[in-house]
């Protein structure tokens, strides 16, 4: 987009739009159509840090799409950049087809499931040492489809709780570092070698106020949907860093990437847990980087793979400690059931689940 067009030519692409839409240049608003002054009350002449936040504003990448709140409401924005000039068109999730109705899960559901692994658990017990090979391999099979379904239980709850705006938290003062790394070195010896999962940090502490439980399940949904799209010998490189008050944690792979043009719509469905085509996954991901005043920020190329960033505010409470983070129990529980679309079943073997 050339920096000569008028904002008359963007007014009549853009008026019978229902979606938010306006132009940034030189740091001010361009052009803004009519839902962006109903919805976000903004006007031509403004400036842009009161449309978007500064590390939006920021971001170097000349497409993609970001999922934040805006003017107290969630939204999926999409951004794209050209010669000097940025669009921006925000979607908000009241209008619907930003939001798919998600049922919670009955209860029968959730009983059956636990009945189930119950059963399983209690031949696993029985026949102890003398399991058969053929019984082994027959019980992870069992143990694989658990937590398949107890992942999609899991995730439609969570939907749920999220268009509600009640997904439940526990925040307590935890190093985000601490968390990343010992879940990405369990993650690497459940994938083996043929996929190299990285981690590095720039700085030696990012201790802030968090969910771990909610963390841990987006940063897997994330790293679940990289190995989706990894061929033998694929590369996801995690990484932490500080942007002023805010922490950036990023997952970068070097798979087959998602098509362009899923990037023009914000809908979650275009944005679907590719691994399962559920379409819960990045969902569940972007709601709880929301529920953490956070960003994510999806940036990709077909065939050069993936880049996600969320950006998470750095939080600090005087009246809580940071716990010690030891993988097992829910920790490992969070491992299997989130990356049971990517894991063959050989990972849900006895020695795993001991």
Do not use: W
Request: charged content about 20%; some cysteine.
């Amino acid at each position: 987009m050339s920096m000569n067009i008028q904002s008359e030519s963007l007014g009549t692409l853009f008026e019978m739009s229902r979606d938010a839409v306006l132009g940034i240049m030189d740091g001010r608003i361009t052009f803004v159509n009519k839902a962006a002054e109903a919805r976000l009350g903004l006007h031509t002449g403004d400036p842009a840090r009161l449309a978007l936040p500064d590390h939006i504003l920021s971001d170097p990448s000349e497409r993609f799409i970001a999922s934040l709140e805006l003017n107290g409401r969630p939204a999926d924005v999409t951004i794209t950049r050209q010669d000097g000039f940025t669009l921006v068109c925000a979607v908000f999730q009241e209008e619907g087809h930003a939001s798919p109705q998600f049922p919670l899960p009955a209860e029968e559901l959730r009983a059956t499931l636990m009945t189930a692994k119950l059963a399983i658990d209690t031949i696993v017990n029985q026949t102890g040492a003398d399991e058969s090979l053929q019984l082994r391999d027959y019980t992870s099979i069992l143990y694989h489809s658990y937590y398949r379904m107890k992942r999609l239980c899991d995730h439609l709850a969570a939907a749920g709780s999220i268009q509600q705006e009640r997904l439940p938290s526990n925040p307590q003062m935890e190093d985000l570092k601490e968390l990343c790394r010992d879940l990405c070195d369990t993650v690497q010896l459940l994938i083996g070698d043929g996929i190299t999962l990285s981690f590095r940090a720039e700085q030696e502490s990012y201790l802030t106020l968090l969910d771990a439980d909610q963390i841990e399940i987006m940063l897997l949904n994330l790293i679940s949907n990289s190995i989706a799209h990894m061929p033998s010998g694929g590369i996801i490189e995690i990484a932490l860093s500080r942007r002023g008050e805010r922490f950036v944690l990023s997952i970068r792979d070097n798979g087959t990437g998602i098509d362009p043009a899923k990037l023009s719509g914000t809908a979650p469905k275009d944005l679907s847990d590719t691994a399962t085509g559920s379409g819960l996954g990045l969902y569940v991901a972007k709601g709880i980087a929301r529920r953490h005043g956070g960003t994510l920020i999806l940036d990709t190329t077909p065939g050069q793979g993936a880049s996600v960033r969320v950006s998470l505010p750095h939080r600090v409470s005087d009246t809580l400690r940071s716990p010690t983070i030891v993988y097992h129990n829910k920790g490992m529980t969070n491992i299997l059931t989130e990356l049971s679309t990517v894991l063959d079943r050989n990972s849900y073997g006895r020695k795993i689940r001991e």
